[in-house]
Nanobody, 119 residues
């Protein structure tokens, strides 16, 4: 089960802390990642964190992101700073896999959490 929370409607320039609980038994042995989907576009990679807490950020919002994890809570976090209207979308977390040099998620997705940034 994957449950994302923390989204909402914010003003330009504000920050949000997204959380995602991934209820699997081997969470601590899994890399985790965040993805974003905006209407009319494919889901895109945002950030990834390894089992040793090393972050890897995608080409979008790079300098405004912090990904982290708490293994005992089976939770991965994403902090987004200085939000802009173009950051709006539904944010999902998943276990990442590399497909044709692109990070993608698995077959099962949670409901995501909606982020809306107003100017």
């Amino acid at each position: 089960q994957i449950v994302e929370t923390g989204g909402g409607t914010v003003q330009r320039g504000e920050s949000l802390n997204l959380s995602c609980v991934v209820n699997i038994t081997d969470f601590q042995r899994r890399e985790m990642a965040w993805f974003r989907q905006v209407p009319g576009k494919q889901r895109e990679f945002v950030a990834r964190i390894t089992v040793s807490d090393s972050p890897n950020y995608g080409p979008i919002m790079t300098r405004r992101l912090t990904i982290s994890r708490h293994d005992s809570k089976k939770t991965v976090y994403l902090r987004i700073r200085n939000l802009q209207p173009e950051d709006s979308g539904v944010y999902y977390c998943n276990i990442p896999r590399l497909v044709n040099w692109q990070w993608e998620g698995g077959d099962y997705w949670g409901q995501g959490t909606q982020v809306t940034v107003v100017a």
